[in-house]
């Protein structure tokens, strides 16, 4: 296990590499310069401007600084918003995303994981059809559609619930959560029904039915752990999505999280903003990608006995 | 025996081929079936909307704004007094190119990188897909993000940055295709008879793993379409004047508490054509009795 681990810690390594020297010669290679479009600055100010971003630098010099701000945990200073830098504006956007992203997950897996049970329970049954029929939708409703639609129904036309905002009034994080949530509910539930339909048919499960074990206690202790592999190992590439999920969702609901800061500088074009963001989110995503190996291995014994037991 | 009745036989023998037989298959899944239809529909009316749409493109009607549903505009128009049905059908024209035009680009990249990691094999194909592994843990909607920012926002960026994400997958199945095909009889054959690879992977691997590429496309479509909107919505995809579903539901959504159906009927083009792909990707998947082609 600890050898699973180890080869997958160092395979992450030129990942996050890859990443950071494409985002970097990326924004720099980038045309028009940051300071470009304002206007009113001299030629004097602008040199200035260049110095104190180290932009007057040969590439490969900027290149190698910023990779040791870097290694400092520097993301250096927004081009947009003097005086802040990257580090300031993720810290505060950083938390809402991450909570927003949260309870999107827990809104997929406890629907999405039930309903991926019970449609497994009897396969090619109303009680199969019907949420797989309801993942299907949830996997064609794109949340750019969902979110407004909700809004217009539980927001404007019922008025049950705020449509904007983020902690400012009771329930306003509950339309968002569910938005982001639910395409993933739709995708958990049909991977947890595919993984709990190959357990529920292995001999073991025969042989706990044929001791007379009652149906809750074949599903929760003896299949759940097996059937929800598949979904654990998508707990990773769904954390990526979420984060991206966020963009539109956070637009939607006037959330000011990460998301809605990036989609700004990428309009801003705030290079520093948009590189500094890049790497944050891709070392996120890739550390969550190997959680999430790590714990569906982990969740395997097969695997677990492939790589040295323990 | 006479030959007639020695013809007779031979044509009652005949069996099915696999297509004959994924077709018959197909077609008692209805869901497939009706995915199939709406989609040639939609193909066709995108195909000759020039012709067909009721009123032109830019035709505006300042004094009508935005009205609901009537005789005149089926599905009304927007706060311009353009007519929606005419939006939605020209939206549907680049939606549904970019859908294809950027899946083919995927389509073209994986098969051909699959097929030669699979088929050249060795240190070859494991720095080949050592580097497909490399790029499957980058996240990829911040990469598009951050080239819109880069190249500018263009549609010729749009098909080939999404081509470049969704050919991963192709490529992963694709190998594992030709690693099997490449153990068979035909193929050494093949080899002994003197082809050069890239005749032997085009004219005799690939069209043996047509099954899966089939599957694998009609399935990239629809999130290559998601993927479109995606931008749209956000405002970094399809620029006006031209417009797509993505950019119509994200004009929807600014004015839905006056003018709901500016939202709902681009909408519903879209959940319909995204529904009809997966469908028929599903259908297909079992007709060609395709595994492992997604999830």
């Not at chain 2, 950019?247 to 600014?254: D, P």
Request: proline letters at 5%; one cysteine or more.
């Amino acid at each position: 296990m600890w050898r699973f681990v180890g080869m997958r810690l160092l395979q992450a390594i030129p990942v996050i590499l890859v990443v950071i020297t494409v985002t970097f010669f990326l924004v720099r290679v980038a045309p028009g310069g940051p300071f470009d479009g304002e206007k009113a600055v001299t030629r004097e100010v602008k040199a200035a401007l260049e110095a104190q971003y180290k932009l007057d630098l040969p590439l490969f010099q900027q290149y190698t600084a910023y990779l040791g701000d870097l290694a400092q945990g520097d993301l250096g200073p927004s081009f947009k918003y003097p005086g802040r830098s990257v580090n300031e504006l993720i810290a505060a956007g950083f938390p809402v995303t991450a909570e927003l992203g949260l309870y999107a997950l827990l809104v997929a897996l406890g629907i999405g994981g039930l309903a991926g049970i019970i449609a497994a329970l009897r396969p090619n049954t109303a009680q199969d059809y019907i949420p797989m029929s309801a993942a299907m939708i949830g996997i064609c409703m794109p949340s750019f559609l969902l979110g407004p639609l909700l809004v217009l129904v539980f927001g404007i036309h019922l008025d049950w619930l705020p449509v904007s905002g983020w902690g400012d009034i009771p329930g306003d994080k509950i339309l968002p959560s569910i938005t982001l949530g639910a395409g993933y509910a739709a995708y958990i539930a049909r991977l947890g029904r595919a993984g709990m339909l190959e357990v529920l048919s292995q001999d073991y499960i025969r042989t706990a039915r044929a001791k007379g074990l009652p149906q809750w206690q074949v599903v929760l202790k003896h299949s759940l752990r097996g059937g929800m592999i598949p979904v654990v190992a998508f707990l990773g590439p769904a954390f990526a999505g979420l984060l991206a999920g966020s963009f539109v969702v956070e637009t939607i609901f006037q959330i000011p999280g990460l998301g809605r800061f990036y989609v700004q500088a990428a309009f801003n074009r705030d290079y520093t903003m948009i590189l500094g963001t890049t790497v944050f989110l891709s070392v996120l995503i890739v550390f969550f990608n190997l959680l999430s190996d790590i714990l569906a291995a982990w969740m395997n014994p097969r695997l677990r006995a492939q790589f040295g037991g323990q | 025996m006479n030959t007639e009745a020695i013809v007779d036989i031979a044509r009652a023998e005949q069996g099915t081929s696999l297509w004959q037989d994924a077709w018959l298959r197909l077609r008692k899944n209805h869901l497939a079936v009706l995915g199939l239809a709406i989609l040639v529909v939609f193909i066709v009316i995108a195909l000759l909307t020039p012709w067909i749409a009721p009123y032109s493109y830019q035709q505006q009607n300042l004094e009508l704004g935005a009205s609901g549903p009537s005789a005149a505009h089926w599905l009304g128009t927007d706060i311009f007094g353009r007519d929606l049905m005419t939006q939605i059908m020209y939206g549907g024209r680049v939606s549904l190119a970019v859908g294809f035009i950027a899946t083919a680009v995927a389509l073209l990249i994986g098969v051909t990188w699959g097929a030669v990691a699979g088929y050249v094999g060795g240190r070859t194909d494991a720095v080949m897909m050592r580097m497909v592994d490399i790029l499957y843990a980058l996240p990829f909607m911040i990469f598009i993000v951050l080239l819109t920012v880069v190249f500018g926002r263009s549609m010729l960026l749009l098909f080939l940055a999404i081509g470049a994400v969704e050919w991963l997958t192709m490529a992963r199945i694709m190998r594992g295709q030709v690693q099997s095909l490449r153990q068979m009889e035909f193929v050494e054959a093949a080899v002994s008879l003197g082809l050069s690879p890239a005749t032997l992977i085009f004219r005799h691997l690939v069209p043996n793993a047509l099954g899966p590429i089939i599957v694998y496309t009609t399935l990239t479509i629809p999130n290559v379409m998601l993927l479109e909107a995606f931008l749209s919505f956000l405002g970094l995809g399809i620029q006006p004047p031209q417009t797509s579903w993505g950019l119509l539901i994200s004009y929807g959504a600014e004015t839905m508490e006056e003018y709901p159906w500016l939202l709902i009927f681009p909408g519903v083009a879209l959940t319909l054509a995204l529904f009809s792909l997966n469908f028929l990707g599903d259908g297909l998947r079992d007709a060609l009795d395709v595994r492992g082609a997604k999830d």
